[in-house]
């Protein structure tokens, strides 16, 4: 079983920047493919970003690309998202979910991650 649990999400103002955090358990995390997505109220969920087991391999969504920088840090256990430049199009939950199966962050976005973490609030005053 893997566990993911997020934090590090809080109000910013526009224009700034914020670290989301996502602690994984599981003795499997260094070869799953990891990643976020995000849901604003009113609105599906959202792909956001992916990273693959080495770290070499990543994938945003355009409207964050450029923007949003997605890491890990396998000796932690944990995944990380920079968000910098934050748009008034960016305040959502933000869950950090990771997929067993997906073999590459192209399969990560267009499929269904097997765990999720409970999500954290970003909030963007203008």
């Known amino acids: 079983q893997v566990e993911l649990v997020e934090s590090g999400g809080r109000l910013v103002q526009a224009g700034g920047s914020l670290r989301l955090s996502c602690v994984a358990s599981g003795r499997v995390f260094s070869t799953y493919i990891m990643g976020w997505f995000r849901q604003a109220p009113g609105k599906e969920r959202e792909f956001v970003a992916a990273i693959d087991w080495t770290g070499a391999s990543v994938l945003y969504v355009p409207s964050v690309h450029g923007r949003f920088t997605i890491s890990r840090q396998k000796a932690k256990n944990t995944l990380f998202l920079h968000l910098n430049y934050l748009e008034v199009e960016d305040p959502a939950i933000y869950y950090c979910?990771?997929?067993?199966?997906?073999?590459?962050?192209?399969?990560?976005?267009?499929?269904?991650?097997?765990?999720w973490g409970q999500g954290t609030p970003v909030t963007v005053a203008s």
């Open positions: 979910a990771a997929s067993a199966h997906a073999f590459s962050t192209t399969d990560f976005q267009t499929g269904l991650p097997d765990y």
